[in-house]
């Protein structure tokens, strides 16, 4: 069983920045994609970063430039740095790994809000 705890949402002003944090109970990262996905209220959940255990990372449109993933392997922690946030980054971030026959894990969910 893998935990994973996210942290770092928050209220922010339209342009600003936000780092959210992943840590995973365990060492995962060479086995596990760990990807971030967004709920917005009243809409489906969106994926918006895929990155597999080789290293590969594929952004959606909607945060391609404006957020980039990274990973600590010592502290088996992924990072996504978010930039020019706009009103529409409103939502409850989750991070997730996803290991095909070895599991699916979620974290338990950041709000992250951008308003002025």
């Known amino acids: 069983q893998v935990q994973l705890v996210e942290s770092g949402g928050g209220l922010v002003q339209p342009g600003g920045s936000l780092r959210l944090s992943c840590a995973a109970s365990?060492?995962?990262?060479?086995?596990?994609?760990m990807n971030w996905y967004r709920q917005a209220p009243g809409k489906q959940r969106e994926l918006i970063v895929i990155t597999t255990s080789g290293g590969t990372t594929n952004y959606a449109d909607s945060v391609k430039g404006r957020f980039t993933i990274s990973r600590d392997n010592a502290k088996n922690t992924v990072y996504l740095q978010m930039n020019s946030l706009k009103p529409e980054d409103t939502a409850v971030y989750y991070c997730?790994?996803?290991?095909?026959?070895?599991?699916?894990?979620w974290g338990q969910g950041t709000q992250v809000t951008v308003s002025s």
């Open positions: 365990a060492r995962i990262f060479s086995i596990y994609a």
């Open positions: 997730n790994a996803h290991g095909g026959a070895l599991g699916n894990y």
